[in-house]
C-alpha cells in the first residue's frame, strides 16, 4: 500500500475540472484539523483511460484523495473528469466512532444531460434523537434557506431514507448560465456553510463511552454497506475503468471500513 499525500490531488491537474474549487476549500479548511495520509493504493490515486468507438472516442481521468485526523476516520475525495461525459466530486468525511458525529457527504455531479447536486450531514443512527437533534436543530435554518433557491432534485428511494438526514439538499440544475450562475450563487455558499458546520461539529465533539462507540459503529457499518452496494457511480467508472477496478475502488477506498 502506498499512502495517499495530502497533495496527492492538486485539483489544478484536472484540467477543465468543474468541481475544483469545492475540493481546495475542503482541503483548506482541514488544515486546522491537523490531518494526516490516509493509506490509498497507488492504483487508485491516478488513473487514465481511453476509450469508446472511433467516432466517439473519450478519456476518463479518476483521481484519489484521501486524509484522517484525531476525530476523522477517514476523509476521502474521489474525482473524475471525462470531458463532455462527466466532471464529478464525490466527498466523504467519515468520523471515527469514539465521537458522536454525523458524516458529511458532497456529490457533485456533470453529465452530458445537466448537474446532480447532493449535500448532506448523513446520520449513522437517524432515529436516534442523541445524535441527530442537536445537528438538525443547526443545519436546518442553513438547508430551508439554500432549497428556497434551488430547485428539488425529486424523491429518493424509501430504503435510502435511513441514510440521509430531512436536511438533505437535492437538486438538478441545466447545463449553460442558468445552472452556473446557480452553483456560484447558490450551491457554492451552501456547500461552503454545510462544510464549515461539519467542522465546528467536529471541534467540539467529546468521546463517548465504549457501548455508544458500538451503537455508532453499528450504524456505520449499516450506512457503509448501503452505500457500497448502491453507488451509482458504479456503472459510469465501470465504463471508464472497468468493472475489476471499480469493484476494488468502492470497496478498498470509497467504503473501507470493514
Avoid at 467536529?202 to 453507488?231: F, M
Wanted: with cysteine; proline share 7%; hydrophobic share 40%.
Amino acid at each position: 500500500m502506498s499512502a495517499a499525500r495530502s497533495s496527492s490531488i492538486d485539483p489544478i491537474q484536472l484540467s477543465g475540472w468543474r468541481w475544483a474549487s469545492f475540493l481546495k476549500e475542503a482541503i483548506s479548511r482541514l488544515q486546522a484539523q491537523a490531518p494526516e495520509p490516509y493509506p490509498i493504493e497507488s492504483t487508485f490515486l491516478d488513473k487514465t483511460d481511453r476509450g469508446g468507438s472511433a467516432s466517439r472516442p473519450f478519456e476518463a481521468t479518476t483521481q484519489t484523495w484521501g486524509c484522517s485526523t484525531t476525530k476523522l476516520r477517514q476523509v476521502r475525495a474521489a474525482c473524475v473528469e471525462a470531458g463532455n461525459a462527466a466532471s464529478v466530486l464525490n466527498l466523504v468525511m467519515n468520523p471515527r466512532t469514539s465521537y458522536d458525529l454525523p458524516f458529511f457527504g458532497a456529490d457533485l455531479v456533470t453529465l452530458p444531460n445537466g448537474h446532480l447536486i447532493a449535500l448532506d450531514l448523513q446520520p449513522a443512527l437517524k432515529t436516534d434523537a442523541a445524535h441527530t437533534q442537536a445537528v438538525w436543530a443547526r443545519l436546518t435554518p442553513i438547508f430551508e434557506r439554500w432549497r428556497a433557491q434551488l430547485p428539488g432534485g425529486g424523491p429518493i428511494p424509501e430504503e435510502a431514507e435511513p441514510f440521509f438526514s430531512p436536511c438533505f439538499l437535492w437538486t438538478r440544475l441545466p447545463l449553460g448560465d442558468e445552472g452556473d450562475a446557480l452553483i456560484r450563487d447558490a450551491v457554492f455558499p451552501a456547500y461552503i456553510e454545510y462544510l464549515e458546520l461539519y467542522l465546528d461539529l467536529v471541534r467540539e465533539a467529546e468521546p463517548v463511552a465504549e457501548e455508544r462507540s458500538q451503537q455508532l459503529l453499528d450504524g456505520q457499518r449499516r450506512y457503509t454497506a448501503y452505500r457500497a452496494e448502491k453507488d451509482p457511480a458504479r456503472g459510469m467508472l465501470g465504463r471508464f475503468h472497468g468493472s475489476d477496478w471499480t469493484e476494488r475502488l468502492i470497496h478498498d477506498v470509497l467504503f473501507d471500513l470493514d
